[in-house]
């Protein structure tokens, strides 16, 4: 028996992307959906420019839900659009840049922390909470 209070095994009822976006204005800030194991399904909202940061115990994965997210490595950059996903692997240095506002979903372990090692603390999010 698992004594999470956010075990979804019993409660028959799906997560709606639409319903949990509806839920939250702030940016850069993920929010906790569902777990699997040990990792996090994060739901986020993105706009503006992040900050350089790479994550050296994991890798990352973004899934679009709705506009089309940049990220920039150090030798070139990927797009993702909506409906797309994309793995940053572990220990390479990121960007993420939404020129407009983008919906997503983050799926890493638990306890990753967004801003990585990057020392940017204002942009650095509560973690482990969920919405
Ligand atoms: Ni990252």
Not at 66 to 90: H, W
Request: proline letters at 4%.
């Amino acid at each position: 028996m698992s004594d999470s209070p956010h075990t979804t095994s019993t409660s028959h009822k799906a997560i709606n992307f639409a319903e949990k976006l509806g839920k939250f204005d702030s940016l850069w800030s993920p929010k906790v959906i569902a777990e699997m194991n040990d990792y996090q399904f994060k739901i986020v909202k993105l706009e503006g420019e992040f900050v350089w940061h790479q994550h050296e115990d994991t890798d990352e994965t973004f899934i679009v839900l709705e506009g089309s997210l940049n990220i920039a490595f150090r030798d070139g950059n990927v797009t993702i659009n909506q409906g797309e996903m994309y793995v940053v692997p572990k220990g390479v240095e990121h960007k993420p840049i939404a020129e407009k506002l983008v919906k997503a979903i983050i799926i890493e372990p638990r306890g990753v922390v967004n801003t990585g090692d990057s020392d940017k603390g204002d942009l650095t999010a509560e973690n482990d909470v969920w919405i």
